[in-house]
């Protein structure tokens, strides 16, 4: 606390001197600058006062003064955004609690297009895709359930991002950024006009860093000794890149062809342990044409898990293969079978087609817009080891429709109301509402709503096979033999319950807008109930035939003895459903202008929930784990912003964020205040409660003149241990400088 109050005693200083320089000087408050801010992710652009959901936006001032290339470190600093770090490069998104080691709740959008991973397990890319900052126009975060809008998997929130226009943004900018860890990025981007019909850009960054030097802990069966990761790469590197080609066909109408690639190795964390992720590819081509009325969006995504492999199972198989006995191999042998054993290929597939169209009818006060989209999922198509079955044998098709209605009322109220139908190949009839009451005023809105929102099972989590034991249960459920049943007799064979989507739904009421002449606030409260959570993998005692009616092998290790005709010792694992939780919270936020040139934005989010029905592995018991909310309790923000120093060309911004510590539970991942420093198997070690901390973060840019800018920026400026999530390192001080030059 001593280091703080220097600074801010500092800054107090500073900023009376920046008093005395602005006083008398005309006035142009922010309020006036936010109010004007434009949101194009609930289905059309509107300003942000008169949105009807809660969101929050990263502008193009806000990026441009961040010195890396990982936006992530951005988002932290939104409203309402649970951002979790397990790295230097690793960050982590999701909303309003019951967050996980392997969270697809969030649905992430560039461009119209569905940039969460195409891959088995749903992922949003984030940092691994090909987009790079330089060419982001706004982030816009919308909270909450979103389904009706976007389709599954909008359940938590979306991230939705808008590149910059050519036409509008032209020239050519290069950036260097570096830093400590060994952190470096070179950036590349040409945007140009060739007419009043055609325009193009293209992308590119090369990045690269070293994470935390950090060795979990992995455990062997029968042993209690604990045994350190081997041989983990701790060096990181994005390729990325990306093309685009507009074009207009009249002043109304235009066509936007677009294509990018991105490579990368990084650390991953899952619910198991650590992933060495090794060559991940993800590449999309895409053409959208939008005109006044009209829009069509077709794209094709796809992703590759490289030479990817887990980094627990490896180091276990290689050290049971080294220890004397009937199964010792010498260590050259032994590293290529621990190698092979633990990796994990997969190259899949994702088609998506969405058509809008909107119309409006002033005279009556409505507008409308309607909405048809259609995708196919095809997992695997390089006979990987992650799902069941052959290279396709698996296709997941779904087709939506969405009509979302605004009518204006009386004194300034609007109804907007919204409804959606899905109808997928494994999960049939799926409506999603969202009705919604605004009250405008000059400055501002009120609003009221209910909003209800699914999230699909993960095609992991529907047709995984780990190993030949570890099925998914996606569909039509697993087939198999149960224990102590006659192995002949077909009327023995039994299924699971096949996996349901997890719901959400959600009251919210908030207000947006400029409160006085200097004063903006944000305010919004929820409540909601979910339930159908998807456990951690559970023991079936039986031989598996199908996997949603694909043939599978189990393997002889689990798969038991026959003795006269009857099965006996048979086990599999897999996933079910669960639970429900009544959540609710407050996200709130204010952002006040001293003068023109200083600003102070305070943030504060607190949540919380009750659980019911959460015996997960049906033991007749709720386990902490069972009922864990994954989320502090409490967590604040307090953003200084001074612009316009040194002859109106320096700007600074200090940052403070505080995270309560709470306790975080995902699979074998288990991170608590009452178990630190111990292990109860089959968990991995425990190190402790996550959050806890208060961490200042200091940011400047100087504009040398108007073709370079120089960045500097500070995380964590005291180096406060930092544990942000399981399986991880704390994350300490982070230094980045870059300088950019435009043309």
């Known amino acids: ?280 590819t993800y590449s999309f081509l895409q053409a959208r044409l939008r005109s006044r009325h009209f829009y069509a969006n077709v794209y094709n995504t796809w992703g590759s898990l490289g030479r990817s492999y887990s980094i627990t199972s490896y180091t276990q198989t290689f050290w049971t293969r080294t220890q004397q006995g009937s199964l010792y191999l010498p260590p050259d042998e032994a590293e290529r079978l621990a190698l092979t054993g633990a990796s994990f290929r997969e190259r899949s597939r994702r088609f998506n087609a969405d058509f809008q169209y909107n119309t409006s009818f002033p005279e009556i006060g409505l507008f409308l817009v309607g909405g048809l989209d259609y995708e196919n999922i095809s997992p695997n198509t390089d006979n990987g080891t992650t799902v069941v079955g052959k290279s396709g044998d698996i296709s997941v098709s779904q087709v939506g429709a969405v009509i979302q209605l605004e009518k204006s009322l009386i004194s300034k109220l609007r109804v907007i109301g919204a409804f959606r139908y899905d109808n997928n190949d494994n999960f049939k009839d799926l409506f999603a509402p969202k009705f919604t009451l605004v009250k405008d005023f000059t400055n501002g809105s009120v609003r009221l709503g209910w909003a209800k929102a699914y999230v699909l099972p993960s095609i992991q989590n529907q047709y995984a096979n780990i190993r030949s034991f570890f099925f998914g249960n996606g569909g039509k459920g697993i087939l198999y033999i149960p224990n102590n049943a006659n192995v002949n007799d077909p009327e023995a064979i039994t299924s699971t319950e096949a996996l349901k989507t997890e719901e959400v739904g959600t009251w919210e009421i908030g207000f947006k807008g400029q409160a006085s002449k200097k004063l903006w606030v944000d305010a919004n409260a929820y409540y909601g109930i979910s339930k159908n959570f998807i456990t951690p993998s559970l023991p079936v005692g039986g031989r598996a035939l199908e996997v949603n009616t694909i043939k599978v092998n189990h393997n002889p290790i689990f798969a038991g003895t026959v003795s006269n005709d009857t099965l006996q010792g048979a086990s599999f694992l897999t996933f079910f459903n669960y639970g429900r939780a009544k959540i609710y919270g407050l996200d709130a936020g204010i952002n006040f202008s001293f003068i023109p040139s200083i600003q102070l934005a305070l943030k504060y989010s607190w949540i919380n929930a009750d659980f019911e029905e959460n015996d997960a592995n049906k033991d007749g018991v709720i386990s902490p784990d069972e009922k864990s909310l994954n989320a502090p309790n409490h967590r604040g923000m307090a953003q200084l912003t001074i612009k316009d120093l040194w002859k109106q060309r320096l700007n600074l911004y200090l940052g403070a964020r505080m995270v309560q510590k709470y306790d975080f539970f995902s699979g074998n991942q288990i991170g608590t205040e009452a178990g630190e420093g111990t292990r109860v198997p089959p968990k991995n070690f425990n190190y402790g409660a996550l959050g806890g901390f208060t961490t200042f973060d200091l940011n400047a840019t100087y504009q040398i003149n108007k073709k370079v800018s120089f960045n500097f920026n500070i995380s964590n400026l005291f180096n406060t241990k930092q544990l942000e999530f399981v399986g991880a390192p704390s994350i300490g001080r982070l230094a980045m400088a870059s300088i950019k030059v435009t043309d």
Do not use: C
């Open 1 to 280: 606390m001593k280091h703080a109050t220097i600074l801010w005693l500092s800054l107090f200083f500073l900023i009376q001197g920046i008093f005395a320089q602005n006083e008398g000087q005309n006035k142009q408050i922010l309020i006036d600058t936010l109010s004007e801010v434009v949101v194009t992710s609930l289905l059309r652009p509107e300003k942000i006062t008169r949105a009807a959901a809660s969101i929050q936006v990263l502008a193009t001032k806000d990026i441009e003064r961040f010195a890396g290339s990982n936006i992530g470190e951005l988002i932290g600093t939104l409203q309402g955004v649970e951002f979790t770090r397990y790295g230097v490069d690793g960050t982590t998104f999701n909303a309003r609690g019951l967050n996980s080691a392997f969270n697809n709740k969030v649905l992430q959008i560039v461009d119209g297009r569905i940039s969460t991973s195409p891959l088995s397990g749903g992922l949003s890319v984030f940092n691994n895709g090909s987009t790079i900052i330089d060419d982001i126009q706004q982030m816009e975060v919308v909270l909450g359930p979103q389904t009706a809008l976007y389709g599954p998997n909008a359940h938590n929130g979306v991230f939705n991002s808008v590149t910059k226009d050519p036409r509008k943004t032209p020239g050519t900018s290069v950036s260097l950024s570096a830093g400590t860890q060994y952190q470096f990025s070179g950036r590349f981007r040409h945007a140009q006009k060739i007419d009043n019909n055609w325009a193009w850009k293209v992308t590119g960054e090369y990045a690269t860093g070293q994470e935390f030097n950090f060795t979990d802990s992995v455990y062997v069966q029968g042993q209690t000794k604990a045994i350190p990761e081997r041989n983990v790469d701790y060096n990181f590197r994005h390729i990325r890149g990306e093309a685009h080609v507009y074009y207009n066909l009249n002043p109304k109408t235009e066509i936007v062809v677009s294509g990018g690639t991105s490579k990368n190795n990084f650390l991953q964390v899952v619910t198991s342990g650590r992933n060495q992720m090794r060559g991940v």
